[in-house]
């Protein structure tokens, strides 16, 4: 198939492409308006994950081959955690394989169990192999390429429907087993035809800090890379 569109970082989006996924009631993205203290206060708990749109020009060019090095050298990450490579070919499927991420870690996690929809035939069907190969699944995936577009197309910004993802990136972070992970689905050497993504840990954390933690990780690793853009959006996976 190939050539997905972008999703919004917008719960109005995102919430009923996550319930189609299998998302159950009680859950829901909300927005996070600040990385400050008090405004994360705001963010209901328990929360299971975030999900970051940053700009990725700039902040990418350092950051990803310092990523890519640092996860090649780090343990083996858990069986328990699950990642998608976001393979060659599959266009603009950060936002999905984002959404993915967070509904799919939160459930293997024991936050909550799957309902019926498109994603728990395809976790499932993909546990037992690497991300690589998930990442070549999902690219096959019609049914969950279709709901992903229908859900771009349903946008409310400019080129809302269209592949221009203007120069952003959407990652998300989940805790697995007492551990921040970063999960970017490119996060590897694309001049390499072998080469795997991988996760990418920030060290110990529980659910009580989680969101402070990954607010860090943001603050100091994304955020202070290109200090004059006001184009980073934060969405959080929480119980309401």
């Given at each position: 198939m190939g050539s997905w569109l972008?999703?919004?970082?917008?719960?109005?989006?995102?919430?009923?492409?996550?319930?189609?996924?299998g998302m159950p009631e009680g859950w829901a993205f909300t927005d996070v308006f600040g990385l400050d203290e008090e405004l994360l206060m705001m963010v209901p708990q328990p929360c299971a994950a975030l999900c970051l749109l940053y700009p990725s020009s700039k902040i990418n060019a350092t950051r990803r081959?310092?990523?890519v090095a640092k996860a090649a050298n780090q343990p083996a990450p858990p069986a328990s955690l699950f990642f998608v490579q976001q393979c060659n070919g599959i266009g603009n499927a950060c936002g999905t394989i984002a959404c993915v991420h967070a509904v799919a870690n939160a459930s293997l996690s024991g936050a909550f169990s799957l309902a019926d929809g498109a994603l728990k035939p395809f976790v499932e069907g993909t546990l037992a192999v690497g991300p690589k190969?998930?990442?070549?699944?999902?690219?096959e995936a019609k049914d969950l390429q279709e709901l992903s577009d229908a859900t771009?197309?349903?946008?409310?910004?400019?080129?809302?429907g269209t592949d221009d993802a203007q120069g952003q990136h959407f990652i998300a972070f989940v805790h697995c087993e007492g551990m921040l992970y970063e999960l970017d689905g490119r996060n590897f050497d694309h001049s390499s035809d072998t080469a795997v993504a991988a996760p990418v840990c920030h060290g110990a954390t529980n659910a009580d800090t989680f969101l402070a933690d990954a607010a860090k990780v943001i603050r100091e690793d994304f955020m202070a890379r290109d200090p004059d853009s006001i184009n980073f959006n934060i969405t959080a996976l929480c119980k309401e």
């Open positions: 972008p999703l919004e970082s917008n719960p109005d989006v995102l919430n009923p492409f996550a319930a189609r996924l081959p310092e990523y190969e998930r990442g070549d699944k999902l690219l771009a197309a349903a946008g409310h910004t400019e080129g809302a």
